[in-house]
C-alpha cells in the first residue's frame, strides 16, 4: 500500500492502462482540465502526451470522434471537464454509444470512458455545477461510476478502462487533493461492489461521491450522541448493489439517502424505493433524503455553500428518522 492523492490514483490507472494497450487512447481539454487541477496530469503527459489529444471546445463533435474510435477498436477515455459540458453531448452518449451494442445485435462494442467532475465547485454557478448522474443512470446500455476513495478511483477506472460497456465515470474536482491508501500495481475493483465506509446498527446512511465524505463525517458526531450509523458508498450505481444497501437497511431499520445531485428523480430516489420494495418490513422510520435544493446554484460561494447537503443537514436527517 502507498498513500496516495485521489488525482494521482487515477492518473496511475491511466498510465497502466497506457502501458498495457498500445491501442488505448485519450482525448480531453488537458485530460483533467486546464485550470488549477491541469498539474495532476502532469506524469501522463510526460510519458503518453502522444497518445492525448487535446481537441477544441466541441463537446458534441468530441463524443462523436471519441465513440467513433470505440466502435472501430480503439479503447478510449474522454474526458469533459465539468459535468455540465457532457450536456453538449448527451444525445451521442445515450443515442449512439449506449444502444450500438445492443441495436447491433452485440456486433459493436464501444470501450469507451466518459470521465467527468459533477457538482458544486466554489463559483462555478448555473452552467458549472451540473450533478447529472440520475439523467445518465436512466438510460439502458451504460455503466455509471461514482467512486470517493484513492484506492477506489484507481480500481474502478482499470475496471471501467477494460469493460466494452460505455461508461460514465463521474468524479467531483473536491476529492482530487484527498489523500488514502492505494493498492500497489495493477489491480481492478468490479463494478457493482457497494462498500461500507462504516459499521453501525442505528440508521444508514446512503451517500455518493463527494457526500460520503460529509457522512462519516456526520456520523462521527452522531456517535457522541449515542447514535450508530452505517455509511453505504455505493460506489457504482449502474450497476447499483442492491444487495449489500438492503442489507444494511434491514440491519438498522432506517435510511437516510444523501448526494450532492437534485432530490427529484434522484439517485436517492432510486434507494428510498428499494427500501420500500425489498425492505418496507424493516424500516422503522420513513426513509428521508438529503440533496441539494431544485434552484440554479448561485455564483456566490456564501449561497453555494448553504445548498451543500452537508453534515449538519444529515445530523438533522438522521435525528429525524430517530425519532
Known amino acids: 500500500m502507498t498513500r496516495k ?3 494521482e490514483a487515477l492518473i496511475d490507472a491511466l498510465v497502466e492502462r497506457a502501458g498495457e494497450d498500445e491501442n488505448f487512447a485519450m482525448i480531453g481539454r488537458g485530460i483533467l482540465g486546464h485550470g488549477a487541477q491541469a498539474h495532476f496530469a502532469e506524469p501522463l503527459m510526460e510519458k503518453y502526451g502522444h497518445r492525448v489529444t487535446d481537441p477544441p471546445t466541441a463537446e458534441g463533435a468530441v463524443a462523436s470522434l471519441g465513440i467513433g474510435a470505440a466502435m472501430a477498436g480503439t479503447p478510449m477515455f474522454l474526458h469533459f471537464g465539468t459535468a455540465s459540458f457532457a450536456m453538449e453531448a448527451f444525445n451521442q452518449i445515450i443515442h449512439e454509444a449506449g444502444v450500438a451494442h445492443s441495436m447491433s445485435g452485440g456486433q459493436i462494442k464501444v470501450p469507451i470512458v466518459f470521465h467527468m467532475f459533477h457538482g458544486l465547485r466554489r463559483g462555478g454557478s448555473g452552467q458549472h ?3 447529472p448522474q440520475s439523467m445518465f443512470a436512466n438510460n439502458p446500455g451504460l455503466h455509471l461510476m461514482m467512486p470517493t476513495t484513492p484506492g477506489d478511483v484507481k480500481g474502478m477506472l482499470r475496471a471501467a478502462l477494460k469493460s466494452d460497456t460505455p461508461t460514465l465515470f463521474i468524479d467531483h474536482a473536491a476529492l482530487l ?3 488514502g491508501e492505494v493498492p500497489d ?3 481492478e475493483i468490479p463494478l457493482g461492489e457497494a462498500a461500507i465506509r462504516r459499521e453501525g446498527k442505528d440508521v444508514t446512511i446512503v451517500a455518493t461521491s463527494r457526500a460520503v465524505l460529509w457522512a462519516e463525517a456526520a456520523a462521527d458526531r452522531l456517535a457522541g450522541d449515542g447514535i450508530d450509523a452505517e455509511v ?3 460506489r457504482s450505481v449502474v450497476p ?11 440491519k438498522t431499520g432506517r435510511l437516510v439517502c444523501v448526494e450532492e445531485g437534485i432530490q427529484m428523480c434522484s439517485i436517492g430516489s432510486e434507494i428510498a424505493a428499494l427500501a420500500a420494495e425489498q425492505a418496507f418490513s424493516s424500516l422503522k422510520a420513513p426513509v428521508v433524503r438529503v440533496a441539494r435544493p431544485p434552484a440554479p446554484v448561485p455564483f456566490s460561494p456564501p449561497l453555494e455553500e448553504a445548498m451543500m447537503p452537508g453534515p449538519e443537514r444529515i445530523i438533522a436527517a438522521v435525528k429525524t428518522v430517530m425519532g
Open 240 to 250: 447499483l448493489d442492491t444487495e449489500t444497501i438492503v442489507g444494511s437497511i434491514r
Open 232 to 234: 453505504v458508498d455505493p
Open 177 to 179: 487533493g484527498t489523500e
Open 129 to 131: 455545477s451540473l450533478s
Open 5 to 7: 492523492t485521489y488525482a
Open 185 to 187: 500495481g495493477p489491480y
